[in-house]
Structure formats: structure tokens, C-alpha cells
């Protein structure tokens, strides 16, 4: 019964014997939970051989039902569902929604043991597919259980993104941020800009390691997602009800972009036709100028950004812009002047709070790093409230803007406490690019060791929000940048099995985290490893990397002691 994440709700076994799946079993999908049963037949059916054959009209199947169906009194969230089997009619699955009915056909996947993940039959026709006993009432602590995949520090292949969504799924997290851009590449095709992906989604070469380090990869390196690429991540997502939301970085990590369009940048400080796509990492200086021309550049992509993601929110990013162009430049001035601005702040907050309005005007929500709240024009905001009877909070952000609070936990509880939504992802608890130990034999280590435990004990909602601030919280996400992994294989590293424990946090009810109970969950891992296997995901294991993921000779950047928790 080791599932993961563990049922929030009840869940209670029989020891009265299973329900075994069968060539007779048939597959029945009441109205409205089609989507889930084709999953099922592609997915089990491959798994185990079984046809899981729709019910004739009339037909009183010999081998038992697997049944799905809907009714809101499933659940008290769209996303809750109920399990039952019983040994002699067989698997009912009823969801509160369609999402629901999805959730409760992975956790009928996990009970069929470690095989039902592998893409064809294994042990021969006459296997017996048993389901254990059971009743389960599931549901989501999180409405947003996300994952974000970085692809422009290093490309991923769309195969990879479409197996990375089926490795959510089978976490039941819900939301996947493609980060599509950065000063190290651009990722999507933009019909309109089209030296974007041209020029910008390729570099020279390639830093091995971190800034200090000596190395180059000397190959180029580079790549992008065609529109048609992209609607096919999306539906493919979208089937497995998950929502993707695009990454665009404004007004820093844009050195990609400017690469592509040099007078994006700041013409007057430096000659920005020179610039590269950055073949290194870290904050860079080169950052987009503030004029009339970048802000309806990126109304266009933006426009065509809209065309291909249909979810509610899109992230514009909105860190680590470094403030120093802007200083030396007379244009950068000028508009800091024309604007009543106070400095490159209150400079850069305008920037931000343009894209906020425009994504509002169009239906869509605005989420970007910690970083937009400050500089917020406070004077100006409060000016603008008073002339439209609200409307923004005290940052000048609309209302319904976001935010993915990242450097720690600060950032969130002071936009909670403004009235933003808040998506906490501390990089000291849910940066998977940190290293997993001490051990010298964590390859490229960066910053200070989080292993499965320390995200096991991951809490999202600050203790010192007040209930109505907590609510702000609609969920938590788990961040892997790409800067030093460079293959599928380091990235599966990286990501597995802490992500399978961000899993748990992001949908299980769980005590405090001292309270957590460590020994079952790591109990439970043990038959979840066996999934991976199944899978084909190449984790750390937990006593170490072994030969072929560690990387001699290439120096990280590690931090002694625990992660400041600010």
C-alpha cells in the first residue's frame, strides 16, 4: 500500500483479499471521465497486456469492472476523488472532477505494484494483476503543485518535457514552469521576432561548472520549441491535467534576446551589437532598456505567448536585475525623470506593473520572483487607488499579480499580507540544483546539502501568517536550474527521489514538520524506488551516487553548515 503521496484524507484496507485484473475485466467511463480512460488503456494496458475492453450494452462482464465516474460529492476540491475495490466487483473510481477521476487512476497504478509503470508486459501472460482492498478518500492540500524546468540554461528536447509530465503525473503535481528564456538562450519560436531563436537559442559554447571554474565545453549548444512543439506539450499536459506557464524573463536575464535585437539593450552605456548569447552563468549586467520600443517588443511576444499557453498565469520573471546600465544611462534617466520615479527601483517596478496591467486587460494574471515587490511606486499606487477606488496593493501591483517567493520565505508572507497570491518555493527547502550531502562525491556541488529528508520536512505556509493570510498561499513548487546539467541522466539525479518527497508535501495533509513521520515515509520509499526503476529514472540512489553520475574534476560552489531560513 505504499503510496506516495500519502492519501490526505481516509483511507482503510481489507484484509478480505484483492480484485485481479483480467483479459475480462471491462473499462467503463461514465460521462465526462473519457480522457482518464483512454490514459488508462494506453498506459495499463500496455503495462499489463489486458485489453481493459469497453462494456457491450447489456454484457455482465466475468472478470469485474473498472469504473469511472463523476460526482461532486466526491470531494470538497475539484481535484478529490474516492477509490474503492472490492475483491469480488471490482475498482470504482469517482472523482469530483475530472482532474479527480486522473488522481485516483494514478493511486489504482501504484496499487497495482512497480510493473503497472513499465511500457509492456513483464512475467508472462498468465501474470496476475492483483489490487489490494481498500477505500480511499484523496484531495489535495495545494491547488498549485508545481515543478519548474529550466531549458535555457540547457535545452531539453521535447521528448524530455513530455516525460517529465508523465513523471509529474505520477506524482499528482499539477503545474510545470517552463522557464523559456534567460541570457544563456531563447527557447520558443516567436513568428514575429524571429532572430529570437535564430540567434538566440544557440551559444558558442558552454561554462562546465560555475563561474570559477576553468573549463568549456567547447561544442555549441543550443535548440528551441517550434509553436507546434509547444501545443503539443501543452494538450499533452493538458490531458494529464496539468497547466503549463511560460517563463518570459523581463527586464534581466535577457542577454539572449538582446543578442538577437541589440537595441533591446541599453545603446547608449555599451555597444549592445557585440553581445553574444552568454556562454557563462550568473547575474549579468546586460539588462533590457527601459524604453517604448522593449515595451511593445514584448507585447508582441507576449501577444504569441498568449496564442500558445491558455492558462491563467504567465511569468515574466522580474529577478536579479542588476541596476547598473540603468544608472549610466541617459535614456534610463530620462524615463526615471518623465515618470516622477524615485530611482532604478521604483524604475524597474514600473516595468513590471506595465506587463501586470497588460496581462490583466487581457484576462491573464501576472507571477514573477520575489523580486517584483520591490521598488513598488508607493506614492504612485496610492495616487492611482484613490483615483480608481482600488485596484492595486501597496506594492502598485494589480491585484490579482502573484508571486513565487524564492528567497525564502520573506518575500511571500509580505505579499500575503499585501492581498498577492503566493507560490512559496524557498531555495533553501526546493532548489533541487542544491547538492544532496556533504559527500565529496555529489557531483558539481552547489550551495549547502538538501537531501530527501530536509524537503520531506518542507512546510510552505509560515506559522506566523494568520488564517486569512495562509490562504494566500495556493501552493508550493520545487525549482531545478540547469546551469551544470548538461543530459536527462543529471537532471533525472537531481530531481529524483527529492521530488517524490515534494510530492507528499505538496498534496498531503502532514503534521509540523518535526512531527512528520520520516522512518514510514522512507519506508514507503523503498517500494517507490521500484516505481522509479520501472520508470526508467535514473535517481540518486540512498546511499550515494554511484560511479557514472559523479563528475571528478569539475568544482562547484558549496556552502558549509544549514541554508539561512529567511
Not at 515574466?316 to 525623470?337: F, L, Y
Amino acid at each position: 500500500m505504499d503510496l506516495i503521496p500519502t492519501p490526505s484524507h481516509k483511507q482503510t484496507y481489507s484484509a478480505d483479499g484483492s480484485f485481479a485484473l483480467t483479459p475480462g475485466t471491462v473499462l467503463v467511463a461514465e460521462p465526462g471521465t473519457e480522457a482518464t480512460a483512454r490514459w488508462l488503456r494506453a498506459t495499463l494496458g500496455a503495462a499489463t497486456g489486458l485489453p481493459l475492453a469497453p462494456a457491450a450494452p447489456g454484457e455482465r462482464p466475468v472478470g469485474g469492472v473498472v469504473r469511472l465516474a463523476l460526482d461532486e460529492r466526491a470531494s470538497g476540491s475539484a481535484e478529490g476523488y474516492r477509490l474503492t475495490v472490492d475483491p469480488v466487483s471490482g475498482v470504482r473510481i469517482t472523482g469530483a472532477g475530472p482532474a479527480g477521476v486522473f488522481w485516483g487512476a494514478q493511486t489504482l497504478r501504484q496499487l497495482l505494484g512497480p510493473d503497472a509503470f513499465r511500457r509492456a508486459p513483464v512475467g508472462g501472460p498468465d501474470r496476475a494483476w492483483q489490487v489490494p482492498a481498500c477505500h480511499l478518500q484523496d484531495a489535495p492540500r495545494f491547488g498549485w503543485r508545481g515543478f519548474m524546468l529550466d531549458v535555457a540554461r540547457h535545452f531539453m528536447p521535447k521528448d524530455v518535457v513530455l516525460r517529465y509530465l508523465d513523471l509529474m503525473a505520477a506524482h499528482k503535481l499539477n503545474v510545470l514552469h517552463l522557464h523559456l528564456t534567460d541570457d544563456q538562450g531563447w527557447r520558443v519560436r516567436i513568428e514575429r521576432y524571429p532572430r529570437l531563436t535564430e540567434v538566440g537559442a544557440w551559444r558558442e559554447r558552454t561554462k562546465v561548472g560555475l563561474r570559477e571554474s576553468p573549463l568549456w565545453d567547447e561544442r555549441p549548444h543550443g535548440g528551441y520549441y517550434t509553436q507546434d512543439d509547444i501545443r503539443e506539450i501543452v494538450a499533452y499536459a493538458a490531458e494529464r491535467h496539468i497547466t503549463v506557464v511560460p517563463e518570459i524573463d523581463i527586464p534581466g536575464h535577457s542577454q539572449a534576446a538582446i543578442a538577437a535585437y541589440p537595441e533591446l539593450g541599453n545603446t547608449d552605456v555599451i555597444d549592445t551589437t557585440t553581445l553574444p548569447v552568454l556562454p557563462s552563468w550568473g547575474v549579468n549586467a546586460n539588462v533590457l532598456a527601459p524604453t517604448d520600443n522593449t515595451l511593445r517588443f514584448y507585447e508582441n511576444v507576449l501577444t504569441e505567448v498568449l496564442d500558445l499557453f491558455p492558462g491563467t498565469f504567465v511569468h515574466i520573471g522580474g529577478d536579479e536585475c542588476p541596476k547598473e546600465q540603468w544608472r549610466e544611462s541617459a535614456t534610463a534617466q530620462a524615463r526615471i525623470k518623465e515618470l516622477g520615479l524615485a530611482d532604478e527601483d521604483e524604475l524597474q517596478s514600473w516595468l513590471i506593473r506595465h506587463f501586470d496591467g497588460w496581462l490583466a486587460e487581457r484576462g491573464r494574471r501576472l507571477i514573477g520572483w520575489d523580486e517584483i515587490l520591490e521598488g513598488g511606486n508607493r506614492a504612485e499606487a496610492r495616487q492611482e487607488e484613490a483615483a480608481t477606488g482600488g485596484g492595486t496593493t501597496a506594492f502598485g501591483l494589480g491585484e490579482g499579480a502573484a508571486v513565487s517567493s524564492w528567497r525564502g520565505y520573506a518575500g511571500g508572507i509580505a505579499a500575503a499580507r499585501a492581498g498577492h497570491d503566493v507560490v512559496m518555493c524557498p531555495q533553501s527547502h526546493v532548489y533541487l540544483d542544491w547538492r544532496q550531502s556533504e559527500s565529496a562525491d555529489e557531483p558539481v556541488p552547489i550551495a549547502h546539502a538538501r537531501g530527501l529528508e530536509d524537503v520531506y520536512r518542507f512546510e510552505p505556509v509560515p506559522p506566523e501568517l494568520t488564517e486569512q493570510e495562509a490562504a494566500r498561499v495556493i501552493g508550493t513548487q520545487a525549482n531545478i536550474w540547469t546551469e551544470v546539467m548538461d543530459s536527462v541522466r543529471v537532471l533525472d539525479y537531481m530531481a529524483f527521489p527529492r521530488l517524490a518527497a515534494f510530492a507528499e508535501v505538496a498534496w498531503s495533509e502532514l503534521p509540523e514538520p518535526a512531527a512528520r513521520d520520516w522512518p514510514d515515509f522512507e519506508r514507503r520509499m523503498t517500494a517507490h524506488y521500484a516505481r522509479l526503476d520501472a520508470l526508467g529514472v535514473e535517481y540518486r540512489p540512498a546511499d550515494g551516487p554511484l560511479p557514472w553520475q559523479r563528475r571528478p574534476g569539475v568544482v562547484g560552489r558549496p556552502k558549509a553548515g544549514p541554508p539561512p531560513i529567511v
